[in-house]
């Protein structure tokens, strides 16, 4: 099941549903992730009105999470960045999953973004798959955690790298370089539709799914889910270590690798960044693909 939140073109009026083929069930409120399980296994979706997809834009699926946290879980991303500043990989890595916190509530979907002047300034873009939980719990077993997944998106951590690098010599991790933007969509995917591609094993589920980004039309990144190296399953038990988590909360995997121009700058030895009016397309197998505009403000 395919999971959006939209605006109608006429009304403005906000709403969530089921992405059809063509169609969009027009679920009404937004979802109550308390209750999406009631949601996809029980509820009577022939009772619900089916609009054409033309007469809708669909926004972020998740308006207002809960929370954002964003992980560092592909390795070779981490690798590369360090390697090209010549340093050795940091051994830290490999002992437990890490994270930060994002700012949840400047989430935006497909479609034009606006850039302030401050944040403009090597602009970047993450590519990154996002888990969005549907139970609570607490102390969760690596075993346990992919149930508590109900879904995934397509993440866009967008970053401006000038004040990142500033604020990153504080010690402190990650701030204005980060909490002005992230993008979600076009849709939840729930767990099932990806059976046919879950990788099951020891630490959790992996996904055989490619990933790819192009900006301006040209192929910039590509990597596989499936080369994620601490799991979801494995990040979540490290967050609810002593924490709870809340259906609704968003979970980013970090950039995967070759994923971002930071990376791929530090890697080739260029000078790319976004630029006003600059197209960012992020695709993942089965997820869609999430499109921003930027609009310099």
Not at 280 to 295: A, C, F, P
Request: aromatic content about 10%; glycine content about 8%; hydrophobic content about 35%.
């Amino acid at each position: 099941m395919k999971l959006v939140s939209f605006q109608y073109n006429e009304s403005k009026k906000s709403s969530s549903g089921i992405l059809l083929k063509d169609n969009v069930l027009d679920l009404g409120e937004t979802f109550n992730f308390d209750s999406i399980n009631e949601i996809i296994n029980e509820i009577d979706l022939n009772r619900f009105n089916k609009v054409s997809i033309k007469s809708i834009k669909l926004i972020s699926p998740i308006i207002n999470p809960t929370s954002l946290r964003d992980a560092y879980a592909f390795r070779q991303h981490v690798q590369a960045g360090r390697k090209s500043r010549g340093l050795e990989m940091i051994p830290e890595y490999d002992k437990f999953p890490v994270f930060y916190y994002g700012n949840h509530n400047s989430i935006g979907g497909s479609g034009q973004v606006f850039i302030n002047k401050n944040q403009s300034k090597k602009l970047d873009y993450e590519l990154e798959v996002a888990a969005i939980i549907g139970k609570r719990g607490k102390n969760i077993s690596v075993s346990d955690a992919d149930d508590y997944i109900m879904g995934y998106t397509i993440m866009n951590d967008f970053s401006a790298r000038h004040l990142q690098k500033e604020e990153m010599k504080l010690s402190l991790g990650p701030a204005k370089g980060k909490d002005f933007l992230t993008t979600l969509g076009p849709y939840i995917i729930t767990k099932d539709e990806l059976d046919d591609k879950c990788i099951t094993g020891e630490f959790g589920n992996r996904y055989d799914l490619n990933m790819y980004a192009y900006l301006n039309g040209e192929l910039f990144s590509k990597d596989n889910f499936k080369n994620i190296s601490w799991t979801f399953a494995q990040i979540i038990s490290r967050i609810s270590d002593g924490t709870e988590i809340y259906p609704g909360d968003v979970i980013g995997s970090g950039t995967c690798a070759t994923g971002c121009l930071l990376e791929l700058n530090q890697t080739n030895n260029t000078n790319i960044w976004m630029n006003d009016g600059d197209e960012i397309k992020l695709v993942i197998d089965k997820m869609g693909s999430l499109v921003n505009t930027i609009k310099f403000i």
